[in-house]
């Protein structure tokens, strides 16, 4: 098992920018992937970006690719989201998920063994 701490939710305006930031601990000698999700009020939960563990590969959904970039730091087991050009319809919350023995379709919940509590983000207009 993984624990995730998530932190650098907010509010802010249209056009700004947030840094999530998502700790892991315990088997992460077994992670072979991370994610970020969000879920707004009333939606289901989404796909946002998601990086390989060993390889850094990176994906991501099409209404975020070149505003939102994942990063991750192997040495402090931490992966990050940076979030640009922030629009009111990114307002949810955020979820970071880490995936434990295998990563089989990064897009899919399913994937993933291990979940953070949620950051809110919130973007006024």
């Known amino acids: 098992q993984v624990q995730l701490a998530e932190s650098g939710g907010g509010l802010v305006q249209a056009g700004d920018s947030l840094r999530l930031s998502c700790a892991a601990s315990g088997r992460t000698f077994s992670m072979y992937g991370m994610g970020w999700f969000r879920q707004a009020p009333g939606k289901e939960r989404e796909f946002v970006a998601a990086?390989?563990?060993?390889?850094?590969?990176?994906y991501y959904t099409d209404t975020v690719k070149g505003r939102f970039t994942i990063s991750k730091d192997t040495a402090k087991n931490t992966v990050y989201l940076q979030m640009n050009s922030l629009k009111p319809e990114d307002t949810a919350r955020y979820y970071c998920?880490?995936?434990?023995?295998?990563?089989?379709?990064?897009?899919?919940?399913?994937?993933?063994?291990?979940w953070g509590q949620g950051n809110q983000v919130t973007v006024a207009s």
């Open positions: 998920a880490a995936a434990v023995g295998g990563l089989m379709d990064y897009r899919r919940t399913f994937s993933y063994t291990d």
């Open positions: 990086v390989r563990w060993n390889s850094g590969l990176t």
